[in-house]
């Protein structure tokens, strides 16, 4: 089994800061992956980034870049410099060997302000 | 061209008719899923095809019909729509099934379903 625990309902940012939102996530399965995805608010779902358990490093892709904690079983999204185009709503999601599809957190509503 | 495309993307009926909707995939991917996202954002797998075969059926009342005619294919069929079936209705395509590298998955842009 797994769940996925985002515990920030809301977050607010400034823009061209930097701005962390929180996951963790609890699975039975030794090797797994850890995903993020961006629902703005014309409600697609955008793939961002992706982390291995077994990956040494801490994913980064352009302003995103995963802090992945496996023994605190974080994957923790960073964004830096946000932009006002950064405003959505935010899943983690995991995907084990053992289930074939993802399990998603509840997600987390992002707003930059200018 | 889109990569994961779902028609229609809109979709306002009555209880009890019966509706379709449908979702193709140009990425050559061997794996689709339908997922559903309720009024609270939350995202449940409902099935999942690989090549054409069901690998994935959750929980889900036997008035909701996968059909997978081809493997860029794969389509929901609702029978007897409830007031519960509102929702936003996502597919999605991976390259395979399960942890294959980064088994990434690519969604469509989601049907919006409103029971009136």
């Known amino acids: 089994a797994q769940k996925i625990t985002q515990t920030q309902p809301g977050m607010f940012v400034q823009e061209k800061e930097a701005v962390t939102l929180d996951c963790t996530y609890d699975?039975?399965?030794?090797?797994?992956?850890l995903f993020w995805y961006k629902q703005p608010s014309s409600g697609e779902m955008i793939f961002l980034i992706y982390?291995?358990?077994?990956?040494?490093q801490n994913a980064t892709e352009g302003r995103y870049s995963l802090n992945f904690q496996k023994a605190r079983k974080s994957a923790n999204l960073v964004i830096s410099a946000s932009q006002l185009g950064d405003s959505a709503m935010y899943f983690c999601?995991?995907?084990?060997?053992?289930?074939?599809?993802?399990?998603f957190g509840s997600g987390t509503r992002l707003q930059v302000q200018p | 061209d889109t990569a994961v495309s779902q028609t229609p993307k809109y979709l306002v009926t009555q209880m009890g008719n019966d509706k379709s909707i449908k979702c193709e995939q140009n990425?050559?991917?061997?794996?689709m899923y339908w997922y559903k996202q309720d009024s609270k954002k939350f995202l449940k797998i409902m099935f999942s095809?690989?090549?054409?075969?069901?690998?994935i059926n959750e929980t889900v009342p036997n008035r909701f019909s996968p059909k997978s005619p081809d493997k860029a294919h794969l389509n929901l069929h609702i029978n007897s729509l409830e007031l519960g079936d509102s929702a936003v209705y996502f597919c999605?395509?991976?390259?395979?099934?399960?942890?294959?590298?980064?088994?990434?998955?690519?969604f469509g842009a989601g049907t919006r379903l409103s029971v009136l």
């Open positions: 990425l050559g991917h061997d794996t």
């Open positions: 699975t039975s399965d030794q090797s797994y992956g």
């Open positions: 982390q291995g358990s077994y990956d040494e």
């Open positions: 095809y690989n090549n054409k075969e069901l690998i």
């Open positions: 999601a995991c995907l084990g060997t053992g289930r074939r599809a993802l399990t």
């Open positions: 999605a395509s991976s390259q395979g099934a399960g942890l294959l590298a980064k088994n990434i998955q690519y």
